[in-house]
């Protein structure tokens, strides 16, 4: 062997390396015609089976969790109004809430539904929501993991409830808190369900919104993180690149392989 004739390792390494490509190539392809088919389903289907914004939301409130929501925002809501006693405060609260939720909504994606299970003492850390979340991106079109688990309201109702009492000067106050929070609640399940649907993207706006979950979801899941919005947060903390810009990654459907 000369010293210009490459060794076993070497040979072995650039063979790795060749392989390495040829199965990210494949995975880049694979993610592409998913995206490239449901874009296409959604954009070609024929008129009679168009489903329209009244069919989704039928299908909506089969789902227990709407009508929890639901629930609880009609029952705080009358309490509000029985309370009475309005101020500005009531109008501010709402409005940062309002502003608010696209970083809340993104720490929540990030730090809960994203969280990795560890063990301390031999005993497994891996809450219901990390669980059920990793279940929803090994299958997106499993229409009921789009939702809040009914599960996780035993604890959350109460604690909400807790909250909007205990947590504020006014009650009335800590209702309007109650009130707005189970409003934008519903507003994240329908938005999140209706991306998830089968429902065609109409409005420029909503096509934003519905391209940037899905890119979350087939491209790369450690970006574009918001839900509710085409990306507000995810631009300000830097989780939202030129998809162009961004490898395909191999764990978008298998989070416990990351």
Known sequence: MTALEPTGAITRVRRWLHDR????????????????????HLARRPRTATVTLADAAGRFWRHPSPWI???????????????GGYHVSDLVLVLVMLAS????EWVI?????????????????????????????????DIPLVFIPPKVYWWLLPTLVAVSVFAFARLGLGLTYLVALTAIGLVYEWVHYLIHSDYKPVT??????????????????????????????????RTFPDPAT??????ARDLDAR
């Open 21 to 40: 490509r040829v199965a990210q190539a494949r995975v880049e392809a694979l993610a592409s015609a998913q995206v490239d088919a449901d874009e296409d």
């Open 69 to 83: 929501i639901a629930t609880t925002m009609l029952v705080a809501g009358t309490a509000r109004v029985v309370v």
């Open 101 to 104: 939720f696209p970083f809340v």
């Open 109 to 141: 994606h990030v730090f809960v539904l994203h969280f990795k299970p560890f063990e301390v003492a031999g005993v497994t850390i891996d809450p219901l929501l990390a669980r059920e979340h990793r279940a929803h991106h090994a299958d997106p079109r």
């Open 204 to 237: 420029a706006a909503y096509r934003s919104v519905w391209r940037n979950h899905r890119l979350h979801h087939y491209k790369n899941e450690n970006y574009w993180f918001t839900v509710t919005t085409a990306g507000t947060a995810d631009r300000i903390l």
């Open 246 to 251: 961004v490898p395909t990654s191999p764990t």
